[in-house]
């Protein structure tokens, strides 16, 4: 039936059943909605149950209300595709946990295991996914830090949850896979206010610099024999690497972190990330967050990352995130600026990765009130800045103070640096 059609049909059924119309305009309403929902509708509980409910409502109220159900189904029904394959249901929920779920409508689940050599710290309450029939996959998450895991339903059908770290206490099977990826949850405060602190340090180049360097270059640069230095002394004062996602999780709702936890954050993306501090993180079994310009790895520019060099990082365990499309300052841009850099930056990162960036790293250190506002309203989860400090308070994510790292750095003054309550 075509658009044309439709609205001569319900022309002629609004003019007939005007009063009719007015006396039950709650229950017009409620067609609508399901109007509204009908892919829903189709989807979840299939074109039989539909007749059956219209047939009912047809027999208490007239065929009128049968009939305008009729009327707004067939007019939509072609915007529509219903996934069902003998009675397997292919469901992708609309949250920032994407599951794909396939598999017939579960029975009550019974707990699972998590097989992992990891400490399960206590349960904590994050977002509840739902299956199609309304059961809910688990009401209660417990982290699992730094392993990445595969949700197995009932039927037989298994996902991987890409950098997820989920393991369901009392819902459905998980089973540990890929160890080093990053959690991608959806943080959930739950309304108080905290303060941690937490050192997040800031590296830049991973290199020697050339003979010409300027003074710029000359010291924002490590040497790798030094990074090794102070990788090994971060562990030998026995502090813990984590992610932004943990420190935000612990800011949120109280999720725990190690007794001494530390943040390893390196600014725009250079290549020597890739070819010097990547290898050493991975021999330490360390992690570290990598903040990327991305029209500069677009455009190829030699002395900054690949794609092929991030998806081999991120595989790794290692965080990408966004410091911007093309590394300009933020500061005292308007709006619709400010949201290309957003949603350009991370709209990039996850079509090249596959997950979505949550954290900014502002370019420069520059920024103002709006370009707060800008990245919060394109759901990013928070941002670091160049201020120099350690101690992070969850009313202020999107203004996370830094330690600055410099060629100079030496383990000694490291250790100071990470000791100070600042």
């Known amino acids: 039936m075509d658009g044309s059609g439709c609205v001569g049909i319900f022309a002629a059924v609004k003019s007939r059943w005007a009063t009719w119309a007015q006396r039950y305009s709650a229950l017009l309403w409620r067609v609508v909605w399901w109007s509204a929902v009908h892919d829903w509708v189709n989807r979840l509980l299939g074109p039989l149950f539909i007749g059956q409910w219209a047939a009912t409502f047809s027999a208490k109220r007239g065929a009128p209300l049968a009939l305008l159900v009729i009327l707004f189904l067939a007019c939509s029904s072609g915007q529509s595709q219903t996934e069902n394959d003998g009675g397997r249901i292919a469901e992708e929920l609309e949250a920032d946990l994407v599951i794909t779920v396939l598999a017939p409508s579960p029975t009550p689940f019974v707990r699972a295991p998590v097989v992992t050599s990891t400490p399960v710290p206590p349960a904590v309450a994050l977002p509840t996914p739902t299956l199609p029939d309304a059961h809910a996959v688990a009401a209660l998450f417990t982290r699992v830090p730094d392993v990445g895991v595969t949700l197995a339903l009932p039927g037989g059908a298994n996902h991987a949850i890409d950098q997820g770290l989920f393991a369901p206490a009392g819902g459905v099977l998980i089973e540990v896979a890929n160890p080093g990826s990053t959690p991608r949850w959806e ?6 206010q905290r303060s941690v602190r937490a050192p997040i340090l800031m590296y830049h180049y991973l290199s020697i610099p050339p003979p010409n360097a300027d003074i710029y270059r000359r010291d924002l640069s490590v040497a790798p024999a030094l990074f090794r230095q102070h990788l090994e002394r971060i562990k030998a004062d026995g502090y813990t690497t984590i992610g932004l996602y943990e420190l935000v999780a612990h800011l949120a709702y109280g999720a725990p972190l190690p007794e001494r936890p530390v943040i390893l954050t390196f600014d725009d993306g250079y290549r020597d990330n ?20 991305t029209d500069f790895i677009d455009e190829g520019r030699p002395e900054y990352l690949t794609w092929d060099m991030a998806r ?3 595989a790794a365990g290692m965080s990408i995130e966004s410091h911007g499309r093309n590394h300009v300052s933020l500061r005292g841009k308007d709006a619709d600026y400010l949201v290309w850099q957003a949603l350009g930056s991370l709209e990039t ?14 370019p420069a250190g520059e920024y103002d009130r709006q370009t707060l506002e800008i990245f919060r309203s394109a759901d990013f989860w928070a941002g670091v800045t160049t201020i120099q400090g350690a101690t992070h308070e969850s009313k202020q994510l999107f203004e996370l103070r830094r330690v600055r790292i410099r060629g100079s750095t030496t383990p000694d003054e490291l250790a100071r640096l990470l000791a100070l309550d600042w």
């Open 187 to 192: 943080p959930t405060p739950d309304g108080m």
């Open 274 to 293: 890739y070819e010097n501090a990547f290898p050493l993180l991975v021999e330490q079994e360390m992690t570290a967050t990598f903040f990327v310009v």
């Open 312 to 314: 081999e990082m991120h």
């Open 349 to 362: 990162i996850e079509f090249e990765l596959g997950v979505r960036p949550r954290f900014i790293s502002y």
